[in-house]
């Protein structure tokens, strides 16, 4: 079992900055990692992976604006996100999969993680 704990969202105005946190609570390298996000009626919606010290992977909506980092001392994986626009507001969520593969094959499928955290809001203003 791992916990996943997510924090640092909050409200800027287009072309802002905001760094998320996502504390694992226990070593969690060598798991697949994602960040996902979630609209008012919008489905949950795939933006990024990490799998171990592999180069993370972005969907083309973020690519260039949004980073992926980690700390693994403090087992903390943060996604650094710049020159926010408003269609990115949403609920950001991390999760994660013991199981490589998911990263592989599955990585933009919600029901492939097992662990997720509870979602921070991140509100960007025009």
């Known amino acids: 079992q791992v916990q996943l704990t997510e924090s640092g969202g909050g409200s800027v105005q287009a072309g802002g900055s905001l760094r998320l946190s996502c504390s694992f609570s226990?070593?969690?390298?060598?798991?697949?990692m994602g960040w996902f996000r979630q609209s008012p009626g919008q489905e949950r919606e795939y933006i990024a992976k990490?799998?171990?010290?592999?180069?993370?992977q972005y969907v083309a909506s973020v690519k260039d604006r949004f980073t992926i980092s980690q700390d693994t001392v403090r087992n903390i994986m943060y996604l650094q996100m710049d020159s926010l626009k408003p269609e990115d507001t949403a609920m950001y969520y991390c999760?994660?999969?013991?199981?490589?593969?998911?990263?592989?094959?599955?990585?933009?499928?919600?029901?492939?993680?097992?662990?997720w955290g509870q979602g921070t809001q991140v509100t960007v203003s025009s």
């Open positions: 990490l799998e171990g010290d592999r180069k993370p």
């Open positions: 226990r070593d969690w390298r060598g798991q697949c």
């Open positions: 999760a994660a999969s013991p199981a490589l593969r998911v990263c592989w094959w599955y990585y933009n499928v919600n029901s492939r993680y097992t662990y």
